[in-house]
């Protein structure tokens, strides 16, 4: 499960049979207070990995080096199982937008970020696992197929891959492809973690929110991308409108329904509910201040 404020007093109270937990890693990185002694009491009792969403790797401004050793102390600190972030930039001029970024995808862009997760991993000193993201464009440049960049990316650098299936029904819906033959060329072999989450119809787009249940789409893609790795780790992400602890852990605890059967097809062109208009996560919920002020209003 992702590991969430709300649930401290539950976790600690409870110690709940969950098997590992997810914590955002700039949640707690410059925490020495209440949320940095949970979480090492935490990872006392259950595995724990770290999952960040301003490495920005994709980034031309030089990496963040005093980031990284914050990081790797965190990581450290709480034996990490393993870290990841996502293939996209967050920033430059050291501004951070509080997104996630999509980048052209072709042979120079392939080039300079594996240079740059050469260098993430040896001042990590472990491998870093790097998740596909959910895109509302393209670029002209792009010449590379999504899953054809991350498997050349795993390959020049040994990282790992974080498969989103959330993530790719959106992006293919977005962009007007198949999700299925997105998967069919996606680098199973590579993938260490899978992510689900909710999303938001907004008619013409979908909207990466994690603030809802999963979609019976994203769960039937998620049946066919777990037969293709053969069973891997799988986490809900849920960063808005957090429900309690119990009904977060039923969510997740369907994947147990789609880890056999056939695949259907059919399941994946299902009537959806079109919904109001929202500003994407998962970096929405850690600056809600920030977010509250800057969110743009219907027209």
Not at 52 to 74: E, F, N, Q
Not at 100 to 117: G, K, Y
């Amino acid at each position: 499960m992702g590991l969430r404020n709300c649930h401290f007093n539950h976790i600690l109270a409870e110690w709940p049979a969950v098997d590992w937990f997810e914590a955002i890693s700039e949640n707690f990185m410059d925490s020495g207070g209440r949320p940095g002694h949970v979480l090492r009491q935490i990872a006392e009792r259950y595995p724990v990995v770290l999952h960040g969403v301003s490495m920005s790797i994709g980034s031309t401004a030089p990496l963040d080096r005093g980031y990284l050793d914050r990081l790797k102390r965190l990581a450290d600190g709480v034996r990490a199982v393993w870290v990841s972030d996502h293939l996209c930039w967050t920033g430059i001029a050291g501004i951070n937008s509080h997104d996630l970024l999509p980048l052209p995808l072709n042979d120079e862009t392939l080039r300079h970020i594996v240079q740059r997760v050469h260098e993430v991993q040896d001042i990590l000193e472990r491998p870093l696992i790097l998740e596909n993201p959910s895109t509302y464009i393209g670029f002209r440049d792009s010449n590379i197929a999504e899953p054809d960049f991350l498997r050349a990316l795993a390959d020049e650098t040994g990282c790992g891959l974080l498969l989103d299936v959330n993530n790719v029904y959106v992006s293919c819906f977005n962009a007007g492809t198949d999700p299925v033959a997105y998967l069919e060329a996606f680098p199973f072999d590579r993938v260490v973690q899978m992510h689900l989450a909710g999303h938001q119809h907004c008619g013409t787009h979908l909207i990466d929110t994690h603030d809802g249940p999963v979609c019976d789409s994203v769960w039937e893609l998620y049946r066919l991308a777990w037969q293709r790795t053969g069973g891997v780790s799988t986490l809900l992400e849920w960063d808005g409108d957090v429900p309690p602890f119990q009904q977060m852990h039923d969510e997740v605890l369907r994947a147990r329904e789609f880890m056999q059967g056939a695949f259907d097809h059919g399941r994946l062109i299902g009537k959806a509910t079109v919904q109001t208009a929202s500003i994407s996560t998962p970096v929405d919920f850690l600056i809600p201040g920030v977010m509250q002020s800057n969110r743009l209003e219907a027209a």
